[in-house]
DNA sequence: CGCTCATTTGACAGAAATCAAAAGCGGTGG
DNA sequence: CCACCGCTTTTGATTTCTGTCAAATGAGCG
């Protein structure tokens, strides 16, 4: 909440906002900025918290400026449904409908750059070229929703895990890639608790647990802590997705990379980008 | 083929279009129907024929008229992947991106009112309101995807295979629904082949055939032919969707009627409608 | 150290895929 | 009219996988 700086032609309110590049913002002229600054505000929230509630009246909209976003069907026995995972830079919240189907919750501490929902339709209106970026990011989420589908809808669990494992590693590869010896190494990490990610994948923490557990004594990957992974055997990791590689990236969009994004995956758009 | 009129405020160019008041068509003005109207032209496809093919540069778009369309993953095993199902009115095609995703297929005969991607792209620059409704659509359509994901991600067959019929049977209660005695009758019926709604499902024909079977055994329902069905006893039905019937009726957003739908589901817009 | 929580492991029962075969159905041609 | 063919659907037997229950291990923390 530092280093808040009002910017007449930046979206979010910090001197150097993170997203702004990436998100819906990068489509606001400055005068579409400066309309967004004046009702948009940084709000953060604690792991676990509730962002917005299923069904309710949808007031509030923006983007994602750090930290994770499940979007989940909550049934009232308790047992969350993971429809879709947001990173930063993506859009949240239901416009032009007068309720969220689905439940915003923090998945990891979050900080929003949120602004009424109605102000921003108003701003919408005005501005038609904010608009159009709006249906080309979401016809983007659209495509990726679809590979989750294809994802989620193969036959072994195993499949399904070596595939997101394969997502992840071409998606997320924040680590150094080399060491001392100039070797490189593929790292992959769960952005999300284990938890979130079984329920993901449509499966259960055990479940989970014994195909990673079962990937690590086949030597396809090594296991660094619970939530970090190096990749050993690309080439038997796509053995057990079962898939062909370029089956994969065409599910994952990884071939379609745009211009400036960031790494995002999930039913929400763990697609459309390789940062590389 | 035939009845084909030209009529200026009519996007389809048949004399009274089936679908005109549903599809984006129904965004358009006098002049931007006319515009749509000289550029479009109707389409037929025999069933499992492809329309678009996946990967390939998405030149042609538009409002399926009758029939319906798959959406699917081509693996080259053969092994397709249904990603979502089409139904008339619903719009295809890939709009501001080179390549389409997916593969359009047709799952009966088509009839296609399509134009030029280009073009309709360069129409919608001139028509904003146009461009506003492909979005409010495209909203409702990630939705329903989400909602498909949820679905799909129920643990067991019979929760998906019984979440499915319940949805369909809201939705297409195209038969008769009163007997000679006055009596109710729900009539389900399956749009596509068994083995698309086993691949739909996730699940294989024998799988799907042995639940159907079970769900008969027990009475929830009647199997008129192995593509229709009556429900005897919606109650067990959502017992055995393991779901509450508001919980479905939200991942179906069934609740979410808008003005004038045709009906709609799968993956694509299983949600969005109840035409009562 | 003792507490809590997340992850892992084990044992087992239930569910679903697979393989295989039988039954139903529509069309074709004798 | 009937036999034959190809197709879809159904049924059966078997194996594999996965969820569930339960317990052990490990990490973080006051």
Known sequence: MKEIVLSPNRCCKRKRCVVVDHAICRALGPDA???????SHLHT?????????QGEDSVMVGNIVSGMVKLTICTEEGNQQIVGLLYPSDFFGRIFSDRTRFCYEAATDVTLCAIDRRNFEKLLERYPEVEHQLLV???????????????????????????????????LPEEIPTDRQGIVHNI???????????????TTPETLSRNIQSLSRQGVIRIIDPNRFELLDETRLLDCAGELEEDIEFIAGLTDQRPASPPSIGPEHFDERESA
Chains 1, 2 share one sequence.
Do not use: H
């Open 188 to 202: 992959i990490r769960f952005p999300i608790g284990r938890r979130d990610v079984a329920d993901l994948l449509g």
């Open 33 to 39: 900025a400066a309309e967004f600054d004046r009702y």
């Open 137 to 171: 990011d979401t016809l983007d989420e659209l495509d990726a929703a679809r590979g989750w589908i294809a994802l989620i809808n193969n036959r072994t669990t195993m499949q399904r895990v070596a595939t997101l494992l394969f997502i992840l590693m071409r998606r």
């Open 45 to 53: 929230f604690k792991s676990g918290q509730m962002i917005v509630g």
